[in-house]
Each structure stands twice: as C-alpha cells, then as structure tokens.
C-alpha cells in the first residue's frame, strides 16, 4: 500500500512573519502521520521555510521554476537555485500558471525535465476547465496534457514525479470533484501514463487530486483506490485544517 503524499500549496500568501508562525504550529500538529508532508510556499518565504523544518517530517517545494541554468531571464528562479537553498519539490504547470502566465503543456515539460536534472521532485499539475469537460473533451484534454508534458521524460524519471489532477473548476472555487469523478479521471489519467510507461511505472506513480480539497472532504477523496494524494491551496493555510487533510487517511 502506498503511503500518500499531502502537499499545500500557499500560492501568493503568507510573509515571513506568518510562516514562522503557520509552520510553528504546524510541525507538533503533523508530526505522528505516516503520510509524506510538504508546503510549497513563495520564493521569499523558502529559506525560512526550509531552516524550520530541519529535523521535522516537513519537505517544502517552491512554486515553479526556470528550465535555464542561468542568464537573461529576468523575474525567474533557477532549479539548482532552489537545491542550493535546500529545496526538495516544486510545483510546475500549475493551472494558475497555464492560465495567467502562459504556460503551455511544452514550458511544462522543458521546466520539469530541468528540475528533474538538478535533483529536484515536481508536482505536475494537469486538468480540464469546466468548459471542457461540459464538452466532452476531459479526456482528450488530459491525454494531450500528459502526452505533451512527459514526452521527454524517462521512465526512470518519472520515478521522481508526482502528478496532481485538479480539475480546474473545482480550485479555489469551493467546489470539489465528487469522490468518484476525481478517481475515475485519475484512473484515466493512470491509464494514459501505462500506455506511455507501462503498467510498473504508471501503478508506482502517485497521483493527487487537487481541487477545493479540505478538512471536511479529505478522507473521502483519500481513501479512492487511485487518489495518492492531495495538492491544497486554501485549506494549506490554516495548520489546524491543513494538519486534518494530512491525518484523515492513515
Ligand atoms: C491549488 O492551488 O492547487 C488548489 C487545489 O487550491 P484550492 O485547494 O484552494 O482549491
């Protein structure tokens, strides 16, 4: 049985002060669970991130990266600029990110196959928005979305990858997938990764569904037969509700 993997995701929230704080609280509160446990939070907020969970069962990813080295590319964050800070995850092609800054399923894989060579673990995020799946297309969408996005990546490389289904109707709207929508489009985005890797590779990968996920829908969602996971954004900022997701599949 495979543990599962509970990310938060701050996004655009939180100054320092808050995140000692939120993190303080946090680490007593998470600190018995066998589930995997990280906080992907801003830029300016990492190196605070990572020296307070040192010790602690707490991994913590950045929001994205750059799949350049270095160089002339204002405003943007290097991989091995995050490994140097002590960074473990980073969350590439998030729907915010495809949806207000361009982000196409090719940036997605040029920036997840470099965090992969610097030794960093992504959190691709793939998903239908409402207009799509109401069309019929969901599949279509998700087929092209991890066709397109993983066609560079090895099979030994995917090992270090984590997928994360959020519809994008159901993220920061309060709306969540039901139970069985989000394990049927995980089971078909599973079956798209077989076709690509082969059964071993695509049953060993962990999948997470995001999407509106809290305290109160958590064990639902987690204990679906292919939902690995949870990738959280709202409820990832209050540690009380953050810390239940975490525990409400043990
Ligand atoms: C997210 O940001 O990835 C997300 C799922 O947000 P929320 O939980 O707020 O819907």
């Known amino acids: 049985m495979k543990n599962k993997i509970i990310a938060g995701n701050w996004k655009m929230n939180k100054t320092i002060a808050e995140t000692k704080q939120l993190i303080g609280q946090l680490i007593p509160l998470v600190a018995d669970t066998n589930n995997t446990v990280i906080i992907c939070v801003p830029y300016t907020n990492l190196a605070t991130a990572v020296e307070l969970t040192k010790g602690t069962n707490i991994h913590v990813g950045a929001q994205n990266c750059h799949w350049k080295e ?24 998030h729907s915010e990110r495809r949806t207000y800054f361009g982000e196409t399923d090719n940036t997605v894989l040029l920036r997840t196959k470099a965090a992969l060579s610097a030794g960093l673990k992504p959190i691709v995020c793939i998903g239908e928005t409402l207009e799509e799946r109401n ?27 984590i ?10 709207t309060g709306v969540t997938a039901t139970d069985e929508q989000a394990n ?17 590779a695509a049953d060993q990968l962990y999948i997470q569904y995001g999407g ?3 305290d109160k ?10 939902i690995d996971g949870g990738l959280i954004g709202g409820a990832s900022l209050v540690a009380e509700k953050f810390a239940q997701v975490v525990k409400a599949h043990k």
């Open 184 to 200: 049927d489009a995980i089971a078909f985005v599973r079956s798209v990764f077989q076709e690509m890797y082969g059964k071993q």
């Open 70 to 93: 270095s160089g002339a590319y204002t405003g943007e964050i290097a991989p091995s600029m995050l490994v140097e800070l002590g960074v473990e995850y980073v969350v590439l092609g």
């Open 163 to 172: 997928v994360a289904y959020e519809p994008v109707w159901a993220i920061g």
């Open 212 to 214: 509106s996920m809290n």
């Open 217 to 226: 829908n958590a064990q639902g969602l987690l204990s679906m037969s292919h």
């Open 135 to 161: 069309n019929g297309q969901m599949e279509q969408v998700l087929s092209r979305q991890v066709k397109e996005g993983f066609k560079d990546v090895t099979v030994e490389e995917l090992a270090n990858v």
